[in-house]
């Protein structure tokens, strides 16, 4: 966790078949795409996301922006963090890459949050209620896994 003041959500893993500099590569280049698609973008908008763009250096390291997020902590090959806020929520993404003592990588994304007041409320039933993270996040590692293995192919 980043700071005291965010609750744990929720930690997501998978075991990727490449070192942890290609999945750190992965990582960070599926992010950027993901995150910097038109849809996420107005959605950054509609709620009111701090910050709203992408910009700063690319690949993203310390500094660097997405839409919803800023990157805070970046170690490569080791973790990432990313932090952001909008009207219903402060948050950050604490990811984690540990070598598995195969050859591959264990890549874990933990969510960490608060959601304050009655809109709070009904934004985390509507996006962690309904199970909309987990299939996000579920869907993110995976991309990031496919990229770094055909990468290491």
């Known amino acids: 966790m980043t700071s005291p003041d965010l609750p744990f959500v929720d930690e997501h893993e998978v075991v990727v078949a490449a070192a ?21 973008t107005a959605y ?6 701090r910050p709203v763009g992408a910009s700063g250096p690319r690949p993203l390291t310390q500094g ?5 997020f800023r990157v805070t902590i970046a170690v490569p090959g080791s973790r990432l963090v990313l932090e952001g806020r909008h009207r219903f929520s402060t948050y950050a ?13 264990r890549l874990r994304a933990e969510t960490d949050a608060t959601f304050p007041g009655v ?4 934004y985390r039933a509507l996006v962690i209620g309904s199970r909309g ?7 993110l590692l995976e991309a990031v896994r496919r990229r770094a293995e055909a990468s290491a192919d």
């Open 133 to 139: 993270h987990l299939i996000g996040m579920r869907r």
């Open 93 to 105: 993404m604490v990811v984690r890459l540990e070598p598995d003592g195969r050859g591959g990588t």
């Open 64 to 68: 660097s922006t997405l839409p919803g």
């Open 20 to 40: 942890p500099d290609r999945v750190w590569a992965a990582l960070v280049a599926t992010l950027d795409r993901a995150f910097s698609r038109p849809a996420a």
């Open 44 to 49: 950054a908008r509609l709620v009111g996301c």
């Open 119 to 122: 809109a709070g409320g009904a």
